[in-house]
């Protein structure tokens, strides 16, 4: 065939594809009802699942974001997650992700149409939703449609309002619902503000719709209005730590290098996308970069399979969504593109196809029944907690000692107080792994200290209660250094009550610690052994390592990659724990008393001899202080006494 026939073919496909005269939303309302992939869940136990129920919980019990809970997700986290932990809380989430993936659907169709016609946008949408894993991302890519579309040639009437009133308003719902969400929504669309050249009231406008929802949303939602700083404030510290201590350690593959060029290719292709003007493609290619940045950072922080999954998927996404326009050079571009960028992440991750329509209408029906039917979520609601208690099958005796006491969970199986219709009395960092910055391992251990603060902790063995779950030390960790001073404060105002194979409950002292004493600073560089000084009777010793923080050049490389890791290595190499850099000075807990600790599985204080640090290129100063403690301290029914003092530091110099 010659390249004029060539030519009249693909002319008169593009015709056709372009020939529909079916409103765009209704074509997306259909696509969105035919790959339909939204259903409840059942609370579940294991990390994920306990803090889904912490948010659930926390919400159900009206706790206070940002001093009482201290996590990523908000008051309005659990809308991300319609699990049946409280049947009308998972309902309310069901239609607000519902609404997310209807908006998502109509937005997608509206960008593909520009450059495919309404069918060819019906058909690639299809085999996008279809294909690729969930998208945890969506609230973030839905932002950026919007944002694009305000500045693109030939934006249509409402654009510039669906950004101001739209964008304003999810910018406030998601960051109520997760802050690394919310505020990069807010930065999208000021970017695209600026591209669309707004005028002084638009930006008002859009400023005051932010702020006025935001508010009232925190009002709705039962928070303290004075509150609301220490949401962002402390939720900073989450968001910031996040990248030091969370990180995954990357084995040999391709996956890191090609999310990393599909994020700077997304961003360059994007220059020779359909603007307004030149302001407008430089605000584009920006807020696409920034886009592409986050995109990029979730998939190789926690460097497995569901994050990296989620990322590909997040990245073709926000490629669909780029104002390719009509020309044939930039249709050549963006379908060149989705082929690259579609086939590397169905390869990477492949997903079951719901290439039927039947069965996602039919899985859609029985989701609608459920959420209609207060009857039967509540009938899934209470099977699963049965099935929990089974799972995690706390004895009579173990019960009578937590039933009518605040109860906080160590160190992160939330779901069992939720199971047994327990008195959670959670730490702000409700688990504990979580606490990896030093104001967050604080806050942690002012809450232990306080005699109003919980009345018992219920310590799991978690290779008890989930065999696949592994030790009490997350990812490696040591569990009596995850977070340090917080499990120091345990050690100084509980002791054991009862003890079993998979459960520890913990009752409330009085405070058995003395002051800290200076004894000795040691220094070295990574690798040299250093001796730690041995306790005596109704002591223990506790060691700060300062100089293991992220500094320098690593803190750039932290940003734009990976931070390194930190691994101790105790009494000859024998065992090795990772560190976390932001808790290494806060006082990790290396000898104890003669007959302090817990025997067997729930032991917490290490017996260092000899320490080395690896992952840091400079040299580190160790200084190890005395701690007299009452060994034989009993829990008299775990009643709380006045006068708890904060721990003074006394080193000379």
Not at 12 to 35: E, K, N
Not at 263 to 269: D, Y
């Amino acid at each position: 065939m010659s390249r004029r026939r060539l030519r009249a073919a693909a002319i008169r496909a593009r015709a056709t594809l372009t020939r529909w005269s079916v409103p765009f939303w209704a074509v997306g309302i259909v696509v969105a009802l035919i790959t339909w992939r939204l259903s409840f869940g059942l609370p579940a136990i294991g990390i994920d699942g306990s803090w889904i129920g912490g948010l659930y919980m926390a919400a159900h019990d009206g706790r206070d974001f940002g001093t009482q809970i201290v996590f990523t997700y908000g008051p309005l986290g659990f809308l991300a997650f319609p699990d049946l932990w409280y049947s009308d809380l998972a309902a309310l989430a069901f239609v607000y992700g519902a609404a997310i993936y209807f908006a998502f659907s109509c937005t997608l169709i509206w960008a593909l149409s520009r450059s495919l016609g309404k069918l060819g946008a019906a058909i690639v949408a299809f085999v996008f939703l279809a294909t690729l894993p969930d998208l945890e991302q969506l609230p973030l890519v839905l932002a950026a449609a919007w944002a694009l579309v305000a500045m693109q040639e030939e934006r249509p009437r409402f654009a510039i309002n669906l950004l101001i009133f739209g964008g304003a308003s999810l910018a406030a719902v998601e960051s109520l619902v997760k802050l690394s969400v919310g505020p990069p929504i807010f930065v999208i669309c000021a970017i695209a503000l600026v591209g669309a050249r707004a005028s002084r009231r638009q930006w008002a406008t859009f400023l005051g719709v932010a702020l006025a929802e935001l508010v009232v949303l925190w009002l709705l939602t039962g928070q303290p209005l004075g509150n609301l700083s220490d949401y962002f404030l402390n939720g900073v510290q989450i968001v910031s730590g996040y990248n030091e201590a969370m990180v995954l350690k990357a084995g040999p593959g391709w996956e890191a290098p090609a999310i990393l060029l599909v994020a700077v290719g997304i961003t360059a292709a994007t220059a020779f996308a359909s603007y307004r003007d030149a302001l407008a493609r430089w605000c584009g290619v920006a807020l696409v970069g920034f886009t592409a940045f986050i995109t990029f950072k979730y998939g190789i922080v926690r460097y497995e399979p569901d994050h990296l999954a989620i990322a590909f998927s997040t990245a073709l996404a926000l490629w669909l969504v780029v104002p390719w326009g009509r020309s044939h050079s930039r249709l050549a571009i963006f379908l060149a593109g989705t082929a690259v960028i579609g086939a590397v992440a169905i390869y990477a991750y492949p997903a079951e196809p719901r290439f039927d329509p039947i069965e996602n209408l039919t899985s859609l029906s029985d989701q609608a029944e459920i959420l209609f039917s207060p009857g039967l979520r509540n009938g899934l609601s209470d099977s699963a907690r049965t099935a929990l208690q089974s799972q995690f099958n706390l004895d009579s005796r173990t019960l009578a000692q937590l039933q009518g006491k605040g109860v906080a969970i160590d160190p992160w199986e939330i779901g069992v107080a939720w199971a047994y219709g327990l008195n959670w009395s959670p730490l702000p960092v409700f688990q504990n792994y979580g606490a990896y910055t030093a104001k967050l391992d604080r806050l942690n251990a002012e809450a232990v200290e306080d005699p109003d603060g919980p009345e018992r902790i219920l310590r799991e063995n978690p290779i008890e209660i989930e065999p696949s779950g592994g030790s009490r030390g997350f990812e490696g960790r040591h569990p009596a250094w995850d977070p340090p001073e917080q499990n120091f404060a345990v050690v100084c105002n509980f002791a054991p009550l009862r003890t079993t194979k998979s459960w520890q409950v913990l009752a409330r002292i009085p405070d058995r610690c003395g002051h800290e004493e200076f004894l000795t600073e040691a220094k070295g560089g990574p690798g040299t052994v250093i001796s730690v000084p041995p306790s005596g009777p109704g002591e223990m010793v506790l060691m700060r390592v300062h100089g293991l923080g992220v500094s320098g050049l690593e803190r750039l490389r932290a940003l734009l990659w990976r931070p390194g890791f930190r691994f101790a290595h105790l009494n000859g190499d024998t065992v090795t724990y990772r560190l976390v850099p932001g808790t290494a000075a806060d006082g990790l807990m290396v000898s104890p008393a003669p007959g302090l600790d817990s025997a067997g599985a729930f032991a917490q204080i290490p017996s260092v001899q000899d320490i080395s640090i690896e992952g840091v290129s400079r040299q580190l100063t160790y200084d190890f202080y005395r701690v007299p403690v009452r060994v034989r301290a009993r829990a008299a029914g775990g009643r709380p006494v006045p006068g708890q003092r904060r721990r003074s530091r006394t080193r000379p110099g």
